[in-house]
Nanobody
Framework: QVTLVESGGGLVQAGGSLRLVCAAS????????VGWFRQAPGKEREFVAF????????EYANSVKGRFTISRDNTLNAAYLQMNSLQPEDTAVYYC????????????????WGQGTQVTVSS
């Protein structure tokens, strides 16, 4: 298990940007794949982005492709989600999750989760 803490959320106008941070502690963070997920009010948690242990492989949900960028810095034990061109439909609580591999993260199976950070986009 690894302990995760998200930060960087807030209120932003449509078209604006935010950078979310997922800070990790505990076990060797560099051995984990990481995903960002979000949950809007009344909806199920959904996948947003994936990055593998080395940062060499990324995947995005179609709804954020071209606007969001996932990255990580294993020397700082952190992962990031740069969100540009934000829209009201991006409003949600954003979570990072760490797991053993792509399948675990993509299917949200046996992940370590952070507490989430609220992102609100006004129109």
């Amino acid at each position: 298990q690894v302990t995760l803490v998200e930060s960087g959320g807030g209120l932003v106008q449509a078209g604006g940007s935010l950078r979310l941070v997922c800070a990790a502690s505990g076990r060797d963070f560099s051995s984990f794949a990481v995903g960002w997920f979000r949950q809007a009010p009344g909806k199920e948690r959904e996948f947003v982005a994936f990055i593998n242990w080395s940062g060499g492989t990324e995947e995005y949900a179609n709804s954020v492709k071209g606007r969001f960028t996932i990255s990580r810095d294993n020397t700082l034990n952190a992962a990031y989600l740069q969100m540009n061109s934000l829209q009201p439909e991006d409003t949600a609580v954003y979570y990072c999750g760490a797991g053993s591999d792509y399948g675990a993260v993509r299917n949200a199976v046996r992940l370590s989760w952070g507490q989430g950070t609220q992102v609100t986009v006004s129109s």
